[in-house]
């Protein structure tokens, strides 16, 4: 604990903290600002990278859902040897709202 008894020390102490601080804030602020404006101007970034969105709303990701527009179908049944159109049916109408254009190709 000697570093604290010496004033040079705390003096160094109380910038590195204050810088710290300071740099937390900002960063909390960039993160705020660029969650409000940054998504209204661009979109969220799960829609602007493909398959990171949920069209059917079954909790699993479009690039992991064998059945992306359909809810009840997340993966490949076993033994199938039908198209994947037949195996997953129309979409949802849940689906077609959310992803249109992903989902009409399924119809």
């Known amino acids: 604990m000697n570093l ?3 004033k040079k020390a705390m003096d ?3 910038w ?10 900002i960063v909390i602020f960039i993160l705020i600002w660029f969650k409000g404006s940054g ?3 661009f979109g969220s970034i799960g829609n602007q990278i493909g398959g990171l969105s949920d069209c059917d709303g079954d909790y699993v990701k479009d690039f992991s859902d064998y059945c992306p527009c359909n809810q009840a179908i997340t993966e490949m ?8 159109e037949e195996v997953c049916g129309s979409p949802g109408a849940e689906a077609l709202q959310k992803c249109p254009e992903k989902c009409k190709e399924q119809q």
Not at 77 to 84: D, L, S, Y
Request: proline share 7%.
């Open 4 to 6: 604290f008894r010496q």
């Open 12 to 14: 160094q102490m109380w």
């Open 16 to 25: 590195i903290i204050m810088s710290v601080v300071l740099v937390v804030v």
């Open 39 to 41: 998504e209204k101007a």
């Open 77 to 84: 049944p076993e033994g199938e040897e039908k198209p994947k």
